[in-house]
């Protein structure tokens, strides 16, 4: 039977009545009760706000250098492999022109936290510059997403007919913001928000999934986001990268999942190595013995996402599979967990 409390705030949410943060939670829990009601509701909203359209993106990446040091970014501050750029505005109007003949609705500048373009005087009407010459070039709105701004700098992006600002707060659980955006300000950040809709500017806000949130804050998230009034939400999976080759055992260790033969993964208790097999042992209180080879069936499976859902005995959290689920493997990049440096990758 339908939970009536779902069935309620569906109804609230189809008459464009806004949700508190309890019922937003009480969904995101238990919405899986109502799918077919959940999803309706959904397609309903959408095509009357969006109809059947795509709204296509054209990023143009100017700057990979940043003064931050995200554990989640690949651009990190500390990371030595990422490549470092500044491109020049050549490169630049060249990008943002094939992107517009490309069919693309709207052109985002962004870059890393680069201080040259945050902090140096120069940098700053550069920034403001490049805005404006995309924009008369392109006839297209036009997004900046540098990192934490001045307020004079929002001005002067205003001024020269930028139309949005997008600075991502990727959570809005104080105590992970700081796992994940070392040494920031959560409130600088979320301040440079608000200053960017006092000088008129559309603000787009975005989170991470996955990241080590729980669902009541995902909830606190979607009404914050309401709250400073960003006219767009991204929320993306935090995603992982893991080199096809890597050692099966540190694998496992890691990302603390194991397929069983009957296509369930389970959540893994203990792991204990020994020689060239290990004892591993679920939260289901089941116990498998492994070999480390990285062609094995476990292996595979793991890597290829061969599952068919989670134990339920095991209670694997939601979180974790959804970390999980973007977690990718390449041959050529990503981390290959041998050491300490690799596994914070």
């Known amino acids: 039977m339908v939970n009536p409390n779902i069935e309620r705030i569906l109804a609230k949410a189809e008459q464009r009545r806004a949700l508190s943060r309890e019922e937003i939670a009480l969904l995101l829990k238990n919405g899986s009760d109502a799918p077919e009601s959940l999803f309706r509701v959904a397609r309903e909203l959408r095509n009357r706000h969006f109809q059947n359209e795509i709204f296509l993106y054209g990023f143009v990446y100017f700057s990979t250098w940043c003064h931050n040091d995200c554990a989640f970014c690949y651009y990190r501050q500390s990371n030595p492999r990422s490549p470092r750029y500044r491109k020049s505005d050549s490169e630049i109007l060249e990008a943002a022109g094939s992107l517009t003949d490309s069919g693309v609705h709207l052109i985002d500048l962004t870059s890393g936290e680069d201080s040259y373009y945050l902090t140096q005087p120069e940098g700053q009407e550069m920034l403001a ?3 404006r010459a995309v924009k008369m070039q392109s006839g297209l709105p036009v997004m900046v997403s540098p ?10 992006l205003a001024a020269v007919g930028a139309d949005w600002y997008a600075c991502y707060q990727e959570t809005y659980n104080r105590e992970l913001f700081q796992r994940l955006r070392l ?18 500017l559309l603000v787009e806000e975005g989170i991470l999934r996955g990241a080590g949130e729980t669902l009541d804050d995902l909830a606190v998230a979607l009404v914050s986001m309401q709250e400073i009034g960003a006219q767009q939400v991204r929320v993306k999976p935090k995603k992982r990268y893991y080199r096809k080759r890597v050692d099966f055992f540190r694998l496992v260790e890691k990302i603390k999942l194991w397929p069983s033969r009957t296509g369930l993964l389970h959540g893994v208790k203990t792991f204990v190595e020994k020689g060239s097999y290990a004892e591993l042992t679920t939260h289901c209180n089941k116990t498998f013995l492994v070999h480390n080879s990285k062609n094995s069936r476990a292996a595979r499976w793991l890597r290829n996402k061969y599952a068919a859902g989670a134990c339920k005995a095991c209670r694997v959290p939601e979180w974790k599979l959804a970390k999980y689920s973007a977690t990718l493997f390449n041959q050529h990049y990503g981390s290959d967990l041998e050491t300490e440096e690799s596994k914070n990758y």
């Open 129 to 131: 510059e490049l805005a």
């Open 147 to 156: 990192g934490v701004v001045t307020d004079e700098v929002l001005r002067q």
């Open 183 to 200: 040494n920031q300000s959560f409130d600088r950040r979320l301040q440079a928000k608000q200053m960017a809709r006092k000088h008129g």
